[in-house]
């Protein structure tokens, strides 16, 4: 199973970002995905969630600037980001879980994680 996120770089403040995260060795159709991220010296946080029928959620940080959204076909989950602030600067990680794990934003209710793709936005 593996998870391979991308779509990060550098942006100025006010700009946007789509990170894509494609899954292979697994069909996710009724996984719960979500997006992370962690910054330099901080616990990661959670950031949204897909479920399988098409449920998000987001962290009240980015409510508001970012969507998350999945195609099931190709085994891919998006994150639209959107007037991005330095305080977005951050890897990002997409992860894979139960349809349980969409109630949590607890990183271990996530089985399945990607390698992270840096997220850096400049004042």
């Known amino acids: 199973v593996q998870l391979q996120a991308s779509g990060g770089g550098a942006v100025q403040a006010g700009g946007s970002l789509r990170l894509s995260c494609a899954a292979s060795g697994h069909t996710f159709s009724s996984a719960t995905m979500g997006w992370f991220r962690q910054a330099p010296g901080k616990e990661r946080e959670f950031v949204a969630a897909?479920?399988?029928?098409?449920?998000?959620n987001y962290a009240d940080s980015v409510k508001g600037r970012s969507t998350i959204s999945r195609d099931i076909s190709k085994n891919t989950v998006f994150l639209q980001m959107n007037d991005l602030k330095p305080d977005d600067t951050a890897v990002y990680y997409c992860a894979a879980g139960t349809p349980g794990s969409f109630s949590s934003t607890i990183p271990s209710k996530y089985d399945y994680w990607g390698q992270g793709t840096l997220v850096t936005v400049s004042s």
């Open positions: 897909i479920s399988w029928t098409g449920n998000t």
